[in-house]
Structure formats: C-alpha cells, structure tokens
C-alpha cells in the first residue's frame, strides 16, 4: 500500500514537469511571464508538492528563475545564445570526429534512416524534433556521454527559439539536406569534412537566428515576449 501512496506524487510530478515544461518550451507561456504555484496548481490540477519539484528541476535547466515567492519564465537572452552557439561549435564537430573513428556501420545506418524517415517535414514542431534528433543522434555515436550531455542540455536551453530556425518549408529543407551531407562525411570515415559541415551549420544557424530576431525584436516584445542581451557579439 506504501509503494502505491509514493508512486502517486512522483508520476503527478514528472506528468506536471512535463506539461510545464512543453508551454514553456512551445512559447505558451511567454518568456519574462511570471508564473505561481498557486496558478499552476490550479492549471493543473496539481498539488503544492509535485507543483514545487517540477519549478525546481525546470530551474536547474535554466527554463525558469526563482526570485524571493515568485517565479519567472527566463527571457529569451542573446548572449547565451550566443554563447551556446560557441559551445556547440566546440563540441558538436568533435563528436563527429568521435562518431567517424568509432561509429559501426550499423549504428551510422540506423542514424541515415532515422533522418530519411523524417525528411517529410510539414510544420515547425516536426522540424524541431528533425534538428533535435540529428544533433542528439550524431552525439551519441561518439560514445561520450558527457559531450553528449553538454550537447542535449544546449539543445534544451535553445528550443523555444530553435522554432524561428524552421518557420519556412525551405528552412526545414535545408537544415535536412546540411544533417544529410554531415552523416554522409560521417560514414565515409571523413572526420575533417564531417567537422567542417558540422561547425558551419551550427555557425549558420546561429546567424541566422540572431538576425531575425534583432529585425523582429521590437515585434516579438510587443507580443509579450522578453528579450535581453544583444545581437552583437
């Protein structure tokens, strides 16, 4: 009977952190917008506990801040966008230098397919989930888990505005094709090219994003969104 009294907070928690975290991550709940545990019990339908643990894990993910009693959607900030598309810059050709020497053929296979079976990419959560799933995939045929942990946790800190980066059909069709080139460099076993294609994307990307938003940042506050930092690094 014990097994099932604590069985309950811990599956309320982690559905509560899950629920949070995607209106969080899709914009449903803006950047800058203060949120309370009041609120989201009653959002929810949760209680205080589970409401607690789930802020507290999404504040160590950096999705939120706590300050004094209230909680706030961390702004959308420049700097450290800026500063995560550097350390994917390091890290993300390094894996596929790793991915090249020590990647089977198999698992490379598995990964082509994977990437084939999402080039249909009809809206920008499809697209998200491409880009995700690449960059995560490619990690892991390195065989670290820390550089792979340090890639997924800059994966979760860009992913509400990771969506800006495939708002147009072409922009989908062209992240596909770069994630094409980079695994097709990958299973020929050419770690440079594979590096090279792999820093130019993440620095294309980065780019690209950083312009939109300086051309559309006075609308994106006007639609309630907080943005910090700048576009200039």
């Known amino acids: 009977m014990t097994e099932t009294t604590d069985a309950a907070p811990v599956s309320q928690t982690s559905q509560l952190y899950d629920n949070l975290r995607a209106a969080i ?7 800058g917008e ?11 339908h949760a209680s205080r506990t589970p409401v607690r643990a789930a ?51 198999e698992q490379l ?46 994966l979760t800190r860009l992913e509400r505005t990771r969506w800006i980066e495939v708002r147009t059909p072409e922009a989908r069709d062209a992240a596909w094709e770069e994630h094409s080139a980079i695994i097709d460099a990958v299973r020929s076993g050419d770690a440079d090219r594979a590096a090279e294609l792999l820093a130019a994307h993440v620095a294309g990307t980065n780019d690209r994003l950083l312009a939109w938003i300086a051309q559309e940042r006075r609308r994106l506050r006007g639609a309630g969104m907080a943005i910090v930092g700048s576009t200039e690094r």
Do not use: C
């Open 25 to 31: 991550l899709t914009l449903e709940i803006a950047p």
């Open 34 to 44: 203060r949120i309370s545990e009041r609120g989201l019990e009653a959002r929810f």
């Open 55 to 105: 802020l507290s894990r999404l504040e160590r993910e950096g999705l939120i801040l706590h300050e004094g009693r209230s909680w706030t959607v961390t702004p959308i900030d420049l700097d450290e966008i800026a500063s995560l598309a550097e350390l994917r810059g390091v890290l993300e050709p390094a894996a596929a230098r790793l991915a090249a020497a020590r990647a089977s053929e």
């Open 109 to 154: 296979a598995e990964v082509r397919g994977h990437l084939d079976s999402l080039r249909p990419t009809p809206d920008q959560q499809a697209g998200i989930r491409m880009g995700s799933t690449f960059h995560l995939d490619l990690a892991a045929l390195g065989g670290n888990r820390f550089i792979t942990d340090a890639i997924a946790d800059a």
